[in-house]
C-alpha cells in the first residue's frame, strides 16, 4: 500500500495505514520538514492567498501573504538597527539556495509568532513603511506558528495527555484548523482544484500525528505524549 494523499482541495483521501507481519504500522510526515516545504512554496511563488471565506472570516485586510514582506522587514531592521526582528538573518529571505532550502530552522524562524509579532509591531509603529496589507503575512505567521507549536511540541505544558482529553481536543483543534486554511490556500497563481504538495504534506502530518497520538494514550495506555517525538529528527542524527 502507498503512503499518499489524493483527491482535490475540497474532498481528498489520505492513506498512511499498512500492515507488516500483522502490525499496524503508520506512515508519518514530519511536521518540521512540512514546514520547510510550505516555506518553500511561498518563497519559489513570491505570493500565496487565503480562500475568500477565510479572509472573511478572519477580518483580513486583504487576501495576499508576499515574500517580499519578510525581506523589507530584515532590511527596515537592520537599517534602523531596530531589533525587532532579530531572530531573522538576511540570508533566511534572500537568495535561498539549494543548501538553505534544504534546512529546517531558517523556515521555522520565518513562519513564526516571532515573526508575526515583529510584523504586527512594525505596522503599529510605522503604518506607512509597513501599511495593513502587512497584517495578512502576519496572520499567516501567526497561525503558521502556532501550528508548529502544538506539532511539533516538546514541552509537558502542551503534551497531548491521557487524563484530559478536552485539553488533547484543543491541541488537535489548534492543528486542524490551520490544516483547512492552508489546504484552501492559493499556493500558485495557476492553482486550480488540485493539491500542492505541501498541501499533501500538511494534510498527512495531520492524520499520522492524530493515529499517533490515539495509538499511544487509548490503546497503550500512555500517560502523555509529547509530538515533537514524532518527527524524524532522532534518525537522522544518526547519518
Known amino acids: ?9 475540497r474532498k481528498y ?3 498512511f495505514l499498512f500492515e507488516v507481519d500483522g502490525h499496524k504500522l503508520c506512515g508519518i510526515a514530519d511536521p518540521t520538514h ?28 486583504g487576501s495576499k501573504v508576499k515574500w517580499e514582506h519578510f525581506q523589507k522587514v530584515v532590511d527596515f531592521d537592520e537599517q534602523y538597527q ?3 526582528a532579530k531572530h531573522l538573518k538576511r540570508e533566511f529571505v534572500y537568495q535561498l539556495g539549494t543548501f538553505m532550502k534544504m534546512k529546517v530552522p531558517p523556515a521555522k524562524k520565518v513562519l513564526s509568532r516571532a515573526t508575526s509579532v515583529s510584523i504586527k509591531m512594525l505596522h503599529k509603529r510605522y503604518p506607512e513603511q509597513f501599511p495593513e496589507e502587512y497584517l495578512v503575512t502576519a496572520f499567516f505567521c501567526d497561525i503558521a506558528g502556532e501550528w508548529n507549536d502544538t506539532i511539533n511540541n516538546r514541552e509537558m505544558s ?7 482529553k478536552k485539553a488533547t481536543e484543543f491541541r488537535k483543534g489548534k492543528i486542524r484548523k490551520f490544516t483547512n486554511i492552508y489546504i484552501r490556500m492559493k499556493l500558485h497563481k495557476r492553482q486550480g482544484k488540485k493539491l500542492k504538495d505541501s498541501q499533501k504534506g500538511i494534510i498527512l502530518a495531520m492524520y499520522s ?6 495509538k499511544l494514550l487509548i490503546e497503550l495506555k500512555f500517560h502523555f505524549f509529547l509530538t515533537a517525538k514524532g518527527n524524524t ?3 537522522e542524527h544518526l547519518h
Open 1 to 9: 500500500m502507498s503512503i499518499r494523499v489524493t483527491g482535490t482541495v
Open 13 to 15: 483521501q489520505c492513506d
Open 34 to 61: 512540512t514546514q520547510k516545504a510550505m516555506r518553500n512554496a511561498l518563497y519559489n511563488n513570491k505570493v500565496i492567498e487565503f480562500d475568500p471565506k477565510d479572509v472573511k472570516e478572519f477580518k483580513l485586510p
Open 82 to 84: 531596530l531589533g525587532i
Open 158 to 164: 502542551m503534551a497531548m495527555v491521557a487524563n484530559n
Open 209 to 214: 500525528m492524530f493515529w499517533l497520538t490515539d
Open 233 to 235: 529528527d532522532v534518525v
